[in-house]
């Protein structure tokens, strides 16, 4: 089989639901809530990207990636820059990307230890469809009722500048060398390259399409550049495999593809493939 189904992890989070959707079971009775559910796959699995779930009944902190510069100095294996997908909303839901103006790096500070950071916030009322791409550095935080898909390079780095009062580690130092303390910008996306092919997200660390419709062919992932293919909905056989809707595949040789529905397509790097059908 050219593909590998990845296999799902639930993690547990202050900020997370007990009651879940999309098909995923409801964390158990007497457990803490599940905020999280990744998709990994095992040795020799490609893993620059990692995609999964978040749910949410509260908000989360306010916090900050590094890229990948500041990151491998430090020993990781890359920075973080992740792409949200939101799925479902409460009404009101919204999160916060970005500050509303540009403050100097002593006054992000200030405001990290008495709490208004959380007000210098852009808060953004949300709705299912909408997408949005964080660049490192980026300022961020997620309200409460919002079920989103996230797409991220594949590394568990988080730099905490303020928590609500929870007994939680904050990382304030290490986020002021890396925070950008100004409002956020949508980087440019690029056009379809092809019909069936829409680009949600590109010109960074990865690409994020979504393929909705009937498509057939052979799939041909560019070599060294794996495809993440998370089925949403409609039919998908791959190879003669039947891919199910929720679960979410790695594919990096070419395999004759059949889908009719919505499904989405992720790989690392930073310009879009100009044709993944052959």
């Not at 990744?38 to 779930?53: A, I, S």
């Not at 910008?185 to 660390?205: H, M, N, T």
């Not at 979504?210 to 993440?228: D, F, H, I, Q, Y």
Request: hydrophobic share 40%.
């Amino acid at each position: 089989m050219p593909a590998t189904r990845l296999a799902t992890r639930t993690v547990e989070k202050v900020w997370g639901r007990y009651k879940l959707g999309l098909g995923f079971g409801d964390a158990p009775e007497g457990g803490e809530p599940v905020g999280e559910i990744w998709f990994e796959g095992g040795e020799g699995v490609p893993d620059t990207l990692l995609v999964k779930y978040l749910f949410t009944s509260e908000k989360l902190s306010v916090q900050c990636h590094p890229d990948d510069a500041t990151a491998q100095a430090r020993g990781h294996r890359s920075g973080k820059e992740e792409c949200w997908l939101i799925l479902d909303t409460e009404p009101g839901a919204t999160i916060g990307i970005g500050l509303k103006e540009r403050v100097s790096p002593e006054e992000l500070r200030a405001a990290a230890l008495d709490g208004s950071v959380e007000n210098m916030l852009d808060w953004k009322q949300v709705a299912p469809g909408d997408i949005f791409y964080l660049q490192a550095g980026t300022i961020h935080a997620i309200g409460a009722g919002v079920t989103l898909l996230e797409v991220q390079q594949n590394v568990d780095l988080t730099y905490r500048l303020y928590d609500y009062g929870r007994p939680r580690e904050l990382h304030l130092d290490e986020a002021m060398g890396v925070a950008e303390p100004a409002p956020w910008a949508a980087p440019d996306c690029p056009g379809a390259p092809e019909p069936g092919r829409e680009i949600l997200a590109a010109g960074r660390k990865f690409v994020l399409e979504r393929w909705n419709g009937a498509v057939s062919g052979t799939l041909a992932p560019v070599p060294g550049r794996p495809l993440w293919l998370i089925l949403r909905d409609g039919t998908t056989l791959l190879g003669g495999e039947r891919l199910t809707p929720g679960e979410v595949w790695v594919c990096d040789e070419s395999a004759p593809l059949a889908h009719d529905g919505d499904m989405l397509v992720a790989y690392a790097g930073s310009d879009v493939a100009e044709t993944l059908i052959a």
